[in-house]
């Protein structure tokens, strides 16, 4: 990295040398972010440059993939691992090999049956009875019954291997379940591996109904499940939860140990060959339950750079192309949007040489913003700090039109509604720009720091307020992700505006994972994060900014000796407390207590979002693909591929 | 004192050093900066306290240090990690190396066989007919070929092949053998076939020139200096004086001797290559042994990487012993006075 420390000094480099230049910039310096939880997504045209892979060669590539009739898709990391409690989120293949009881079709809310006839739920909300299909068939040649779905609950709940048992027996969606705190250190606290096994609370009631209790009523439970994460497996497929012995060892099943992977599951394609870290082989399976597949396989490469992904595509040698799409290849000029559905827009893009492809974005259920620690940032300079962000301009230059800028936590397709007939994203925008359906004073009149502009005087003034002035300046370090430009320009466009404002600011830059255990220890003062959504609930986000256990929140707000307005923070746990929380509360209720909580974080700049990231997918014109939903999960049984 | 005591102290010798190498793996990953557990926490879990003890619990990240360090160097010594944290998880630590390690091994192969081929020859060459042009030029190119780094040679090289068309009027590419694309990995799974060996040996041979090139440059001067030294000894004179023909003097006298001082230097350089893998693994995105450490590294996840560390540890110190080893068969005169 101390090759070419400036990005104007690489970039010049790049023009010289050929994007082949750059690989070994990405040795040093991006490295392996194939699935890094937050904020890998736009980056601005520098720091893409430094991941590439030799774009000369691809731009020679002779196209292969058209001949056949399987799908090629390219992945920016390598596929991880095929057992879905160990996954981390689900990624293109998943909902190619496996499925769950429900899914979503074409990626959009809300979930439908998948291999389910019937579902039913009980009056108080807590127990839902499943009616299996029947004669529906795994890889393997087996029937699927109520027990495979049982085995797969139990797997995620209790197995060793589960990296999910959040999903269900943790806080949001929690099946019925015991917990022995004595069970795992700390004794004296109940934690996830605290589970007993055995204890949960799914019944193979007959061979083809499924049943299972909450302990407590929970709203988005059939997304939930719908998620990869509950994908079935066949019964005792492996033993690594009590009570089945496990046909294979583990690394056979889902790893590539002996004939492995032996890996069986209900998706329209079967797992023909996982050559780690290259590609990800799958077949048609002909006994899929559903109508197709059409395709003979799917095929996903690793391209981790996304700049030769982007070429690859250009070429010809991908179908497909989603997910971290290069900001530095992209432009949005090339775009012609023909219809618009929903929040959903679909037209061509055309490439430099005149080829035309297939376009398709939705926005994210993503939000990427940056975080205040109250113990350290007094609430006038937080204020200041909204004052001058100018979060149209970042969508438009930071993330090239990827992102829509953002004024709330909760993204607009997530936004709670009020009225019938006004939808989330419509809601979100009249609230944010003059205060439509504001329940508390402060957003009466809308996003109070100013709705897609600067107020540098207003940042001077509540500053000069605070006691501030030219001789007594406030200093401040801000943390932005290493790899990751976007938030580098986000601060640095902050850093000069600040400035006249009496805030010095400094920049630091720190790894994804460090940034994450330094918020915990709350040692910094202010940096950049995102996170998405696994289901549209504004609760996602929200549960950590009304106020509760502020000891142990990233912004520390309301916690002893934080910097926080109680009559705000008193606002937003009565709203939470009584109007969320409670058994009894009604969806307009919640939405009530959702906007209090954004209304609130406005009042108290807390968390300050910044744009919502666009979803993007580019497919060759003789693709036939519908473009996905919100939720981005699209089992491709129906894709068609022609000349 | 015997050959066999001399190697037994050299072994005994070697059990600090590779307590010490893993030690001092363990406390960097364990101890310092960077959190595997925050790799652990999927969408909407970044902010959730819970999520994160879990992922720490899971980890075994929750015990004493002094405890996980045991455990750890425990379970190392019976090459036993277990799975993985991050990279492929559940996969067992020792079957991901088993699936990265043939890639690295093949690209090792090519570039020691590319150095030794290429780099003894002309360094032999250059000995024979020193201090005419031809001498000058091999001895400047050598010194050259030495002095590029290995990642900046395999950029400019990717950047030449890849516009091979403009430059030299062929399309490395499509070469001989089509290659579907400059970079990636060899395919391994073909190489009992003419052709799949031909491919997956075209698709390393970039790389495996420029991860051979230090070596190649290196073995072409000690090469050149080890003949020009024999060349002038007394019993090359002797054996010209007595009419051995030259070819003769060549192949026997000068070329036997003169490989002897070449022997550790190959062996030593195997280590080199290791180290070096890892750069070039990843300027050609050959997803071997190199890349895969880099990216355990990076991230964090300790049982990989104590694994792949333990395992070059064990490997170099192995080198060095059988280098050491090497020595007093070659030369008696070595070590074993001194030891």
């Not at chain 1, 994908?231 to 033993?239: K, R």
């Not at chain 1, 799958?282 to 996304?306: H, K, M, R």
């Not at chain 2, 944290?85 to 699936?99: E, F, H, K, P, R």
């Not at chain 2, 054996?239 to 003769?248: H, L, M, N, T």
């Amino acid at each position: 990295m101390d090759v070419m420390p400036e990005d104007t000094t690489r970039r010049g480099f790049l023009t010289v040398a050929g994007a082949g230049a750059a690989t070994a910039l990405a040795g040093c310096s991006s490295g392996p972010s194939e699935e890094s939880t937050a904020t890998d997504e736009p980056t601005d045209s520098t720091d893409d440059g430094g991941d590439e892979s030799a774009e000369p060669s691809d731009a020679s590539d002779d196209s292969t993939s058209s001949v056949s009739n399987t799908l090629q898709m390219m992945s920016p990391g390598p596929v991880q691992t095929l057992d879905p409690i160990n996954a981390k989120g689900s990624g293109v293949g998943f909902n190619q090999y496996g499925s769950s009881l429900l899914d979503f079709p074409n990626g959009e809310y809300p979930p439908e049956g998948a291999v389910i006839e019937d579902y039913s739920m009980s009056d108080d909300g807590l127990t839902y009875t499943f009616q299996l299909k029947q004669g529906v068939s795994f890889h393997d040649g087996t029937e699927l019954t109520a027990e495979d779905v049982a085995y797969s609950f139990r797997r995620l709940a209790g197995s060793e291997n589960s990296r999910n048992r959040d999903d269900i027996i943790g806080e949001t969606m929690t099946i019925d379940h015991e917990k022995d705190a004595s069970r795992t250190e700390p004794a004296d606290e109940e934690t996830l591996t605290d589970y007993v096994p055995g204890s949960l609370a799914v019944d193979a009631v007959d061979d083809y109904t499924f049943e299972f209790t909450l302990a407590s009523p929970f709203q988005y439970t059939l997304s939930q499940i719908a998620g990869g994460t509950f994908a079935i497996l066949p019964a005792g497929s492996v033993g690594d939860v009590d009570g089945y012995d496990g046909e294979y060892e583990y690394n056979e099943f889902f790893s590539t140990a002996g004939d492995g992977p032996a890996y069986a599951g209900l998706g329209p394609f079967e797992v023909d060959e996982w050559n780690k870290g290259d590609a990800l082989r799958l077949t048609a399976f002909d006994d899929y339950y559903g109508e197709g597949p059409e395709l003979d396989g799917v095929t996903i490469t690793v391209v981790e750079s996304a700049n030769t992904r982007f070429s690859r595509f250009q070429n010809g040698n991908a179908d497909l192309m989603q997910e971290d799409i290069s900001t530095a290849a992209f432009n949005p000029d090339s775009v012609s949007i023909e219809e618009t559905s929903g929040s959903r827009s679909v037209g061509t893009y055309t490439f430099d040489d005149g080829t035309t492809v297939n376009y398709g974005e939705i926005p994210a259920l993503r939000t990427e913003y940056i975080v205040f620690n109250c113990l350290e940032v007094p609430l006038p300079v937080r204020r200041a700090f909204a004052y001058a962000m100018n979060q149209d301009e970042i969508a438009k230059n930071v993330y090239k039109g990827t992102g829509q800028p953002a004024y709330h936590m909760t993204p607009p397709a997530a936004y709670p509604t009020f009225e019938d007939g006004v939808g989330s994203a419509e809601t979100y925008d009249r609230h944010a720009e003059n205060g439509y359906q504001s329940v508390t004073e402060f957003g009466a009149d809308g996003y109070p720091y100013g709705y897609g502009e600067t107020l540098l005087d207003e940042a001077r003034s509540v500053m000069e307020q605070a006691g501030y002035g030219e001789n007594d300046r406030y200093e401040i370090t801000a943390t932005t992700i290493a790899g990751d430009s976007a938030y580098g320009s986000v601060f640095t466009r902050l850093q000069s505006k600040l400035r006249s404002a009496y805030i010095d600011m400094s920049i630091e830059e720190s790894q994804f994972g460090t940034i994450i255990s330094r918020a915990i220890n709350g040692d910094m003062e202010v940096f950049g994060l995102g996170d998405g959504m696994e289901y549209p609930g504004p609760q996602n986000f929200l549960r950590f900014l009304w106020g509760n256990n502020p000891g142990s929140q990233f912004t520390r707000w309301g916690a002893e000796g934080s910097f926080y307005t109680e009559e705000y923070r008193q606002t937003a746990m009565d709203a939470w407390e009584n109007k969320y929380q409670p058994d009894d509360s009604t969806q307009q209720s919640r939405n009530e207590a959702f906007q209090t909580v954004e209304e609130m974080n406005w009042a108290s700049v807390q968390e300050l979002p910044t744009v919502n990231p666009v979803a993007q997918r580019f497919w060759q014109e003789y693709v036939d693909v519908e473009m996905h939903g919100v939720m981005g999960n699209q089992t491709f049984d129906q894709v068609t591929k022609g000349e | 004192m015997s050959r066999l005591r001399y190697i037994a102290k050299r072994v005994a010798l070697s059990v600090p050093v590779v307590w010490l190498g893993t030690t001092m793996t363990w406390a960097i990953i364990y101890l310092g900066p960077i959190d595997p557990a925050t790799r652990l926490l999927s969408e909407g879990q970044t902010q959730n306290p819970a999520a994160y003890e879990a992922a720490r619990t899971q980890l075994g990240l929750d015990q004493p240090p002094l405890q996980h360090y045991f455990d750890w160097m425990g379970s190392l010594l019976t090459f036993d990690l277990g799975q993985t944290w991050l990279l492929y998880q559940g996969s067992d630590v020792n079957a991901l190396i088993l699936d990265f390690l043939p890639r690295t091994l093949w690209l090792g192969f090519w570039s020691v066989l590319i150095a030794v081929c290429i780099g003894v020859p002309l360094g032999f060459y250059a000995g024979m007919r020193s201090n005419t042009a031809s001498d000058y030029v091999a001895s400047m190119g050598g010194i050259v070929w030495r002095a590029m780094p290995n990642f900046w040679l395999g950029i400019m090289l990717l950047a030449v092949l890849g516009s091979s068309q403009a430059i030299f009027g062929f399309d490395w590419q499509s070469l001989w053998i089509e290659l579907d694309a400059l970079t990636g990995s060899p395919d391994l799974s073909r190489l009992h076939t003419v052709e799949g060996f031909l491919a997956a040996t075209k698709k390393v041979l970039p790389a495996a020139i420029v991860l051979g090139s230090a070596s190649m440059g290196n073995e072409m001067r000690i090469g050149r200096t080890a003949v020009l030294e024999v060349r002038n000894e007394d019993y090359v004179d002797l054996a010209r004086a007595k009419g051995v023909s030259e070819r003769a003097l060549v192949w026997k006298h000068i070329f036997r001797n003169a490989l002897i001082p070449l022997v550790p230097i190959i062996t030593s350089e195997a280590f080199l290559l290791i180290g070096g893998s890892v750069l070039v693994e990843t300027v050609f995105s050959i997803n071997g042994i190199g890349l895969l450490f880099f990216n355990a590294a990076t991230q964090g996840d300790l049982p990989l990487v104590g694994t792949l560390m333990y395992v070059f540890i064990l490997l170099i110190v192995g080198v060095n012993l059988l280098q050491d080893v090497l020595y007093t068969v070659i030369d008696p005169r070595v070590g074993l006075e001194g030891a």
